[in-house]
């Protein structure tokens, strides 16, 4: 199975910054089938941005995806007090789909 | 609005079968090109796919899992259940329900609200 590593594991910014989280898979995605995900405590996750670059329904434009193969990137251009949250990838194109460990994104 | 529900018990014997029902409200679970499964959430090995079921009753499995899990539908009451067998304090975990993304049965598009589901004697 492809296994996903994100990093950092944890990044510390303040409001308004530029915040960039990587994944990077063990092995091709196909067909770039790579999701993004934000929880927040005590809440189920919830789909950012799927096919490594199309934003959900809902999503903020703040929010964006890119990468192939097995470097992708989620990017959040100004970080509003609600974006401070744990973020995850998932593969989902070859099975098993995998999550990686995820990245929590902290208030500075 | 797509709803998902999980509904079990939290607590579960060491050795016996885990069962959840997951309830979709707002939309028909026979809906073409949509997967409904289940994924768990522990602290020891983070965010894990169960597997999936399509309305037909066409299944998949995570590899890992597969040889104690069972998942099924009821299209008559607008659910699918999931069955883990022989559990350990390892299947300790939140357990979510959810629909995949078009096509893609091991993708997540909407989540339940996820139920903690002990196993503990």
């Known amino acids: 199975e492809i296994v996903l590593t994100q990093s950092p594991g944890t990044l510390s910014l303040s409001p308004g910054e530029r915040g960039t989280l990587s994944c990077r898979a063990s092995q091709s995605v196909s067909s770039n089938y790579l999701a993004w995900y934000q929880q927040k405590p005590g809440q189920a996750p919830r789909l950012l941005i799927y096919s490594a670059s199309t934003r959900a329904t809902g999503i903020p434009d703040r929010f964006s995806g890119s990468g192939s193969g097995t470097d992708f990137t989620l990017t959040i251009s100004r970080l509003e007090p609600e974006d401070f949250a744990v973020y995850y990838c998932q593969q989902y194109g070859s099975s098993p789909g995998t999550f990686g460990q995820g990245t929590k994104l902290e208030i500075k | 609005q797509l709803q998902l529900q999980e509904s079990g018990p939290g607590l579960v014997k060491p050795s016996e079968t885990l069962s959840l029902t997951c309830t979709v409200s707002g939309g028909s679970i026979r809906s073409s090109s949509y997967y409904w499964g289940w994924i768990r959430q522990s602290p020891g090995k983070g965010l894990e796919w169960i597997g999936s079921i399509y309305y037909s009753g066409s299944t998949y499995y995570n590899p890992s899992l597969k040889s104690r899990v069972a998942i099924s539908v009821d299209t008559s009451k607008n659910q699918f259940s999931l069955k883990l067998s022989s559990v350990t304090a390892a299947d300790t975990a939140v357990y979510y329900c959810?629909?995949?993304?078009?096509?893609?049965?091991?993708?997540?598009?909407?989540w339940g609200q996820g139920t903690l589901v002990t196993v503990s004697s």
């Open positions: 959810a629909r995949s993304l078009l096509f893609n049965y091991d993708s997540v598009a909407y």
